[in-house]
């Protein structure tokens, strides 16, 4: 059993799981995409609104700007205690859009937006939020709020989150070096030198098989197959947080689900045991 | 009717790199090898540039003629 980071940057981490089941790996994915809590603005009180868009036009523009989240710095308004519609300041965060066009057509950007709390922002300042014709006014008061991908795609921490087998290549006896395989890959993970078949970057394959196809050789002088138990996970963060707090938070949300079983579970098995 | 904010399918962010992309293929630059340059590398995110259309620009100056009218009217009266 062994995990190791194969790349890492902030936006995006590729980790290799070697000896577990596939499933395992597989329910770290889902919850990347699912369960890792991010901020997003959630409720919006429009105040004043005379330009082309509908309130609920802005509502939604405003709602998909990713925010940056500190993490465990809020929580869940479903699990904090103030049960109020628009949240305490421990569950939202207040932003202030209060915009005019001068004399002139007027883009809003992101950067615009004043937040009550420094840490959480916009997670870039030029993203153009409305465009604004003379004399036109918008004001507006947006709460930002935890909230889960399952709910809405606004909360979603990570946009991508792969699974991918770990591709084996092995090259056959019969292999005559004629390098029609290294045409017919476009991963370029093979490779001619000094007249031999060279497997250079195995991991760049996505097992598409093509050189396999392309092999002209009886039997094949290249195989290609997926590992047993070995998988690469790749996780591409939008940026409200690193990929790795991604990874980090999305195996937390999975262990805490799984111990809310075992809570549910542990008090069935004591009420059948009072009934013998 | 503006740009969109995040990508449709894979909900990365893509609003903040509009302005320079549509600056850049006004200048004459190849839509391809500006995507690639913004960093922008899937063919999800890709088409929300090539295929959106600006419709706020056309309804603006609508709403300008409307304000300058307005302002006129009440300089007359």
């Not at chain 1, 809003?108 to 465009?131: A, Q, R």
């Not at chain 1, 002088?221 to 790749?234: Q, R, T, Y």
């Amino acid at each position: 059993m062994q995990v190791q980071v194969l790349e890492e940057s902030y936006e995006r981490i590729k980790v290799l799981f070697e000896g577990y089941p596939r499933i395992y790996v597989n329910a770290i994915r889902r919850a990347a995409l699912s369960l890792v809590p991010t901020m997003a603005i959630d409720d919006v009180v429009i105040l004043e609104n005379s330009s082309s868009f509908y309130d609920e036009v802005i509502a939604h523009r405003l709602a998909m700007v990713p925010l940056k989240t500190p993490v465990g710095k809020y929580v869940l308004p479903s699990e904090c205690d103030c049960k109020s519609s628009l949240g305490c300041p421990r569950c939202r965060v207040l932003l202030v859009l209060d915009v005019e066009a001068g004399d002139k057509v007027r883009t809003v950007y992101s950067g615009e937006l004043v937040s009550e709390d420094e840490d959480v922002k916009p997670i870039s300042p030029n993203i153009p939020l409305l465009k604004l014709s003379p004399g036109q006014k918008v004001k507006l008061e947006a709460y930002a709020k935890l909230g889960r991908g399952k709910d809405h795609s606004k909360w979603q921490a990570a946009s991508v989150s792969v699974l991918k087998s770990y591709p084996i290549i092995v090259k056959g006896k019969s292999c005559d070096n004629c390098g029609a395989c290294v045409d017919a890959c476009v991963k370029n993970v093979l490779s001619i030198k000094e007249g031999l078949l060279q497997i250079d970057n195995p991991l760049n394959c996505s097992l598409c098989m093509e050189c396999v196809r392309a092999c002209k050789s009886e039997p094949k002088g290249i195989s290609v197959e997926e590992a047993e138990d070995k998988f690469i996970l790749i996780i591409e963060s939008v940026g409200s947080m690193s990929a790795r707090d991604i990874l980090l938070n999305a195996v937390k949300e999975l262990i805490s689900q799984v111990d809310k079983v075992i809570e549910g579970l542990s008090n069935v098995v004591v009420e059948v045991e009072k009934k013998g | 009717m503006m740009f969109p904010i995040r990508c449709f399918t894979c909900g990365s962010l893509i609003g903040d790199k509009y302005e320079e992309f549509k600056k850049r293929v006004q200048m004459g630059e190849d839509p391809g090898k500006v995507l690639d340059a913004l960093g922008v590398k899937r063919y999800c995110c890709r088409r929300m540039f090539i295929t959106n259309v600006d419709v706020i620009d056309q309804i603006l100056p609508y709403e300008e003629s409307v304000y300058r009218k307005g302002k006129e009217y009440q300089v007359v009266r």
